[in-house]
Antibody
Framework: EVQLVESGGGLVQPGGSLRLSCSAS????????MYWVRQAPGKGLEYVSA????????YYADSVKGRFTISRDNSKNTLYLQMSSLRAEDTAVYYC??????????????WGQGTLVTVSS | DIQMTQSPSSLSASVGDRVTITCRAS??????LNWYQQKPGKAPKLLIY???SLQSGVPSRFSGSRSGTDFTLTISSLQPEDFATYYC?????????FGQGTKLEIK
C-alpha cells in the first residue's frame, strides 16, 4: 500500500525557515517524480515544486522560486522541502504527492495527509 | 501560465442526479487534463486522468470527456459520498495549474 507521510509543519514567524519531510513507502520511490502541492485555508490547490526521480531536475512555481528548495534522498525514501524567507501568503497545508507514472507525467495519484504551515508573528 | 476555468463554482444536486462539471483551458492542452475529488479535511483523490481515463478503483459512474479546450467531468448518478469539491488540473505544461474548484452540495 502506498503511503506518504509528511512532517515538519508548524508555526513560524515571517522571514523564518522550515523544512518539510515526506516519508514514502509501498512503491519504488526512486522510480517516480515527486511533488509538493499546497492549499491555503479555504482556497484551491497550488502546484509548488517538482523533482525528477533521480533528483536531477527540479521545478519551482514563481511564487516560491529562490526561497524554497526541493530535494530527495532515494536511499531513505524521503522527499524534502526546505522553505526560507517565509511569508504570510505561504500559510497553507502542504501535500507530498506522487506521480502516476514511471517518469514524469505531472499526474498525481497518491497524496499524503498534508502538513500545515502557518506563517505568523 | 495556462489558465483553467471551471464552471460552475458551486452546484446543488440530489442523490441520483446526473451532474456535469466543465473546465476550459486558456490554450490547447491536448488531453493533458486530470480531475480530482476533495472532501473536507482530506487530501485530493485522482478520479480521471488524460481527460477520459478512469483511475483504478474509481466507480464507473465517473467519466471524463474532451472537446477542443473544453473538458467535462460527468457523474451519471450521484451517490451520497460524491458530495465534495472537484478540481481540474492541466498537466500539459509546467507550472501545472488547477481550476478554482466546483463545490457539489446536497439539494
Amino acid at each position: 500500500e502506498v503511503q506518504l507521510v509528511e512532517s515538519g509543519g508548524g508555526l513560524v514567524q515571517p522571514g523564518g525557515s522550515l523544512r518539510l519531510s515526506c516519508s514514502a513507502s509501498g512503491f519504488t520511490f526512486s522510480s517516480y517524480a515527486m511533488y509538493w502541492v499546497r492549499q491555503a485555508p479555504g482556497k484551491g490547490l497550488e502546484y509548488v515544486s517538482a523533482i525528477s526521480s533521480d533528483g536531477g531536475i527540479t521545478y519551482y512555481a514563481d511564487s516560491v522560486k529562490g526561497r524554497f528548495t526541493i530535494s530527495r534522498d532515494n536511499s531513505k525514501n524521503t522527499l524534502y522541502l526546505q522553505m526560507s524567507s517565509l511569508r504570510a501568503e505561504d500559510t497553507a497545508v502542504y501535500y507530498c504527492v506522487k506521480d502516476l507514472g514511471v517518469g514524469t507525467t505531472d499526474t498525481f495519484d497518491y497524496w499524503g495527509q498534508g502538513t500545515l504551515v502557518t506563517v505568523s508573528s | 501560465d495556462i489558465q483553467m476555468t471551471q464552471s460552475p463554482s458551486s452546484l446543488s444536486a440530489s442523490v441520483g442526479d446526473r451532474v456535469t462539471i466543465t473546465c476550459r483551458a486558456s490554450q490547447s492542452i491536448s488531453s493533458y487534463l486530470n480531475w480530482y475529488q476533495q472532501k473536507p479535511g482530506k487530501a485530493p483523490k485522482l478520479l480521471i486522468y488524460a481527460a477520459s481515463s478512469l483511475q483504478s478503483g474509481v466507480p464507473s459512474r465517473f467519466s471524463g470527456s474532451r472537446s477542443g479546450t473544453d473538458f467535462t467531468l460527468t457523474i451519471s448518478s450521484l451517490q451520497p459520498e460524491d458530495f465534495a469539491t472537484y478540481y481540474c488540473q492541466q498537466s500539459y505544461s509546467t507550472p501545472d495549474t488547477f481550476g478554482q474548484g466546483t463545490k457539489l452540495e446536497i439539494k
